[in-house]
């Protein structure tokens, strides 16, 4: 267990701006994920939206209908607040009813756990999310981490993609 503070991954998010994000990054994102996951990877589901344009999308063998609509739920929660789904729960302490009181939505819309993170472009705003279901939420939240540190680093070393 990672046991984050909501400060500590308020600051995962800040330190993760992307220069840009086309398409093709949400490709090589996506499959970053099921790279990292390795054998886990049929037991989870990876969604990766620009401008909540699906742009990647894999299910494993392994995985129900239920992850799907968990996908949603997260990404609806984020693409609300701008945050990862892991820090709202931290922020929340768990609490999906407190936040949907706050928010004023309904609980079947919006879910509090770890494992979407928002795609955001330095000095702008979020303009897409990454989702991954099917493992722990800090598993899932850490898989979301390292693909998205992955996708900066090629950035910031002037590396094209490759699909």
Do not use: W
Not at 23 to 35: N, P, Q, R, S, Y
Not at 43 to 61: E, H, M, Q, T, W
Not at 105 to 125: M, Q, W, Y
Request: charged fraction near 25%; include cysteine; charge should be negative.
């Amino acid at each position: 267990m990672m046991a984050l503070s909501a400060e500590q991954v308020l600051q995962q998010e800040y330190g993760l701006e992307l220069d840009s994000f086309s398409a093709e990054d949400a490709v090589t994102f996506g499959m970053k994920v099921l790279e990292i996951s390795g054998e886990r990877s049929k037991y989870i589901v990876v969604a990766v939206r620009r401008n909540g344009k699906l742009l990647f999308y894999k299910a494993g063998a392994d995985t129900v209908i239920a992850q799907d609509e968990l996908i949603r739920r997260k990404t609806n929660a984020v693409n609300r607040q701008g945050h990862s789904s892991l820090y709202l729960f931290l922020k929340y302490d768990g609490d999906e009813q407190a936040f949907c009181q706050v928010y004023d939505v309904s609980p079947e819309d919006c879910a509090l756990h770890g494992g979407c993170f928002p795609i955001k472009l330095r000095n702008t705003k979020v303009v897409g999310t990454v989702a991954v279901t099917g493992l722990t939420a800090e598993e899932n939240h850490l898989l979301c981490l390292q693909a998205l540190s992955f996708i900066k680093r090629r950035q910031s070393e002037g590396e094209i993609p490759v699909l």
